[in-house]
């Protein structure tokens, strides 16, 4: 397949995974290291500090590994904390000099920094404003988005407001994430003001002046239903509304559905909501982001696995997997909302539960796996590209086997090896094959 020139081949990873090393450098506590303290809350005991990579330290290493692969993009993230640790107010320089550094080295190797704002770890000092569910969090988070476009706007071509928002749900209102209530009301307040957070990123944004794009992520697990049995039919219905949907109605369409305004209604856990925060949601964008990993059986025979047992957003089917799924999820998304952006796909992977253990013949880790359901990943980008849609990139999740949130150490998606112990990188056979392809790739263009 010839990709378009400009394709960014690419790896992600976010701060709070990879940077560890505690409250080095001025950073301030995050909601994941206070949550990370709590009896059980991670499944292996682990915490953001040591069960991160040491990126912080590390980050030539982690080039030097980027550009063996042959990336031209790199997706990660800005630690809010580490910036301003108080989440507003006093800017860290010791935080802002050591992104400069990283995305300056970056483009000076030819790779291209794509630059999450929020990832999931809100400075502790904001929540114990009352974070995400109060309603200031806009001001707040529009405060650090300008300082990040007025220190890095002229150095950071593309710039992503807010990774699934859907984290904050399921930590505000399931109790699986940071900060770990368990009130869907404020669950779902918390994940309303983080989309009207999202909209005065952006207007903050095209306030600064700042050149590049900006884009939002949200990730997308489909709901199939297992039969044609109403019941299940309408379970997949439900699942689709409260989930993935409720972020896309309101930041691609035209707002929430009715089904889900009746239902929270009827539950008693509706949010606040203003006008303001409609108009500052709608705010044009360059670029949708996709997450994509598999589509999810449901129906009423199906149990679902908790959400904090893979570290991912929801609970997912590991009996089968379904790369080729991304093709009819985004056509259905760009269908339903008419949607004429470009698309990057900014994160894709495979995830392993446990360890990975080289082969005493050769060393190597052999995640066959991980390969197989790559390549029919990137089979799919290619099948979509020939069908004319405007794919812009393509982000494997992730660089290197890391903190994976409440599944810790437990559940590893890199394709190097990370050990935890010493924090050594070692290439496993995936990333000797992603290597490959990019390069056979770009031999086209």
Same mark, same amino acid.
């Given at each position: /397949? ?17 940077? #560890?090393?505690?409250?080095? #450098? ?19 005991? %682990? ?73 999931? &770890? ?7 404003? #009352? ?7 806009? $001001? ?8 990040? *476009? ?7 071509? =593309? ?10 749900? !399921? ?12 009130? @869907?009301?404020? #669950? ?7 989309? =009207?957070?999202?909209?005065?990123? !952006?207007?903050? *944004? ?85 997450? $994509? ?8 025979? @199906? !149990? ?31 269908? /339903? ?19 990975? %253990?080289?082969?005493? @013949? ?10 197989? $359901? ?15 849609? &405007? ?34 990188? %070692? ?9 490959? $392809? ?8």
């Amino acid at each position: /397949m010839k990709y378009p020139k400009g394709f960014k081949f690419g790896v992600a990873t976010c701060a709070a995974q990879v940077e #560890g090393c505690g409250l080095d #450098g001025g950073r301030g506590e995050s909601i994941w290291d206070v949550f990370a303290r709590r009896p059980g809350a991670i499944a292996d005991g %682990t915490n953001p500090s040591t069960g991160a990579c040491d990126s912080y330290r590390l980050f030539d290493v982690d080039l030097w590994n980027m550009m063996d692969l042959g990336v031209n993009a790199y997706r990660m993230s800005i630690a809010w904390g580490r910036v301003m640790p108080e989440g507003i107010g006093r800017i860290n320089q010791q935080g802002v000099d050591y992104y400069k550094r990283c995305f300056e080295k970056l483009l000076k190797a030819g790779i291209e920094p794509n630059v999450t704002l929020y990832h999931w &770890d809100l400075p502790w000092a904001l929540e114990n404003r #009352g974070g995400w569910m109060n309603r200031d969090s806009k $001001y707040w988070f529009q405060e650090y988005a300008a300082n990040m *476009f007025r220190l890095f706007g002229d150095i950071v071509p =593309t710039w992503v407001t807010v990774n699934e928002p859907i984290a904050t749900y !399921v930590g505000y209102g399931q109790g699986f994430f940071a900060p770990g209530y368990t009130n @869907k009301r404020w #669950g779902n307040q918390a994940r309303h003001n983080i989309m =009207t957070a999202h909209g005065a990123g !952006v207007e903050a *944004f095209r306030a600064s002046g700042a050149k590049g794009e900006i884009g939002v992520v949200i990730d997308i697990w489909k709901r199939i239903p297992i039969s044609d049995d109403p019941e299940d039919v309408e379970r997949a219905h439900d699942e689709d509304e409260e989930n993935w949907k409720f972020y896309t109605d309101r930041l691609l369409g035209s707002g929430y559905s009715q089904y889900i305004l009746d239902k929270f209604s009827r539950e008693g856990t509706l949010m606040d909501m203003e006008d303001e925060d409609f108009r500052l949601s709608n705010l044009p964008i360059d670029f949708y982001g996709m997450n $994509y990993y598999n589509t999810v059986p449901v129906g009423k025979s @199906k !149990v679902k696995r908790v959400a904090g047992e893979n570290g991912g957003n929801f609970a997912e089917d590991r009996d089968t997997t379904n790369p080729e799924g991304m093709a009819p999820v985004l056509k259905m998304i760009m269908d /339903m909302y008419s949607l004429k952006l470009p698309v990057y796909i900014t994160e894709n992977g495979f995830g392993h539960a446990g360890a990975e %253990t080289p082969d005493p @013949k050769d060393g190597m880790i052999h995640d066959d796996k991980r390969i197989n $359901y790559l390549s029919r990943a990137l089979r799919t980008v290619e099948g979509m590209l020939a069908e004319g849609m &405007d794919i812009r990139g393509y982000y494997l999740w992730s660089l290197m086997d890391n903190f994976e949130w409440s599944a810790g150490n437990s559940y590893r998606y890199g394709i190097i090896h990370t050990d935890f112990a010493t924090y050594r990188r %070692t290439w496993k056979k995936s990333a000797y094959w992603y290597r490959d $392809y990019i390069r056979q790739s770009l031999s086209h263009l």
